[in-house]
């Protein structure tokens, strides 16, 4: 039933033949687990749809391969590839029932009539459909079309689910809600999905491992919560998480075991010696420019670090925002208590060295976290 899905180098060029291709997708390439729920993530336009659509088979694979368990599917018509859809443009018939529409996805199956009715039922349940499964699609919400496609492809027996922005048009609690009962759906049968999505927190909830794309280009496959300790790139590292990363370019200076940050002749971070590892103090020392990032919950605001002003102060219900200027320009952090600072106020922001994470100028990643920290006197021993 449940499959593994492997995508080979991918390629997806529209108007191959025309003055000005647009290159959609580039060498993509992923190895999806039996079972496995995995997210493609991206802002508008970074191929995600194409890369969906093509493993559905509504669009030609340029160039490369994709395999589902040992089958080569690309070359194959899409009902050939044991492949179930959900449309972000929902696409049902509109002279069926909603009924009608999750049971025609059934024909195929040539269940009997009761069979067919407790696999709608089920399905109609789990997606809180029940009171509208009479209705034709053009009485209902949006919402409910989302859900009733939804539906349709997931009470089909498939050895893949794609699932194309799938809770994009509902309301945020009922999308919480159905998350956690589709994640566990998806569990319970065992099934291979891969959903689309431009929603991190909508990845994150779902998805084992979360693709991100840009400009159609993979920038890093993990969990998600490898992806917010260890970005790959600078990308990766500032769209993932919220709020964002903050962002400094900085001059890295070692003296004496000494890690100095800088930005414009002013320290913005500074580490004494002992607390950055010899192996970071080697990867940054002698660079003329690195990119450190910092993420708003790695703030410290307190009696120490570099001097700052408040900007803004927000208390948004369960934790503060915070955004100041510093010597590094603009400094957001969020903090889990109520922080009573007016703007204008003077304070000082730090970022422990295990908190930060350092890119090349170029944007690729040298060291993230903890890797940051020195090695304690008994692990040095044990080294
Ligand atoms: N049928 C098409 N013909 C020509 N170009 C296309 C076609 N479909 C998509 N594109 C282009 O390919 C690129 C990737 O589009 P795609 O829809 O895959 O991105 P996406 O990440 O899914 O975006 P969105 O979230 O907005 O749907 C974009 O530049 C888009 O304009």
């Not at 690309?74 to 696409?91: H, I, K």
């Not at 049971?103 to 459909?129: C, G, M, Q, S």
């Not at 955004?323 to 009573?340: K, L, N, Y």
């Amino acid at each position: 039933m449940t499959a593994s899905v492997v995508l080979d180098s991918v390629n997806k060029i529209y108007g191959a033949r025309n003055p000005r291709p647009i290159y959609a997708v580039r060498d993509f390439s992923i190895e999806i687990a039996p079972g496995e729920i995995v997210a493609l993530l991206g802002s508008s336009g970074c191929g995600k749809t194409s890369t969906l659509r093509m493993i559905a088979g509504f669009e030609e694979v340029t160039k490369g391969e994709i395999r589902i368990g040992d089958r080569r599917i690309d070359a194959l018509a899409p009902a050939q590839r044991r492949v179930a859809m959900a449309f972000e443009g929902y696409s049902l018939y509109p002279p069926l029932t909603l009924r009608e529409n999750i049971a025609f996805a059934l024909k195929a199956e040539k269940l009997d009539n009761a069979e067919t009715a407790r696999r709608v039922e089920e399905i109609a349940r789990l997606l809180e459909l029940g009171p509208y499964l009479d209705r034709y699609p053009s009485t209902v919400s949006a919402g409910q079309q989302q859900r009733a496609s939804l539906g349709r492809a997931l009470v089909r027996k498939a050895e893949l689910y794609l699932l194309d922005e799938p809770m994009g048009q509902l309301e945020p609690q009922l999308r919480a809600v159905l998350r956690g009962r589709l994640k566990r759906y998806l569990r319970e049968h065992g099934l291979t999905a891969i959903l689309v999505t431009h929603d991190q927190t909508e990845a994150n909830a779902l998805a084992d491992r979360i693709a991100v794309m840009e400009g159609g280009v993979l920038q890093q496959f993990a969990s998600p919560a490898e992806l917010k300790r260890a970005p790959a790139n600078l990308f990766v590292g500032t769209f993932i998480g919220e709020p964002p990363m903050n962002v400094y370019r900085v001059k890295p200076t070692v003296a004496d075991g000494r890690l100095s940050l800088s930005a414009a002749g002013a320290e913005l971070f500074g580490y004494a010696p002992g607390t950055v590892s010899d192996a970071v103090l080697d990867r940054v020392r002698g660079r003329e420019e690195v990119i450190v990032g910092v993420r708003p919950a790695d703030v410290r605001v307190g009696a120490s670090g570099a001097p700052a002003e408040v900007v803004s102060n927000q208390w948004i219900g369960d934790q503060t925002h915070l955004e100041s200027t510093f010597p590094g320009g603009v400094i957001v952090a969020t903090i889990q208590d109520r922080f009573r600072a007016k703007a204008g106020e003077r304070i000082h922001v730090d970022v422990p060295a295990d908190r930060l994470h350092v890119f090349s100028s170029e944007g690729s990643a040298l060291s993230h976290g903890r890797e940051l920290a020195a090695p304690r006197p008994a692990e040095r021993v044990a080294a």
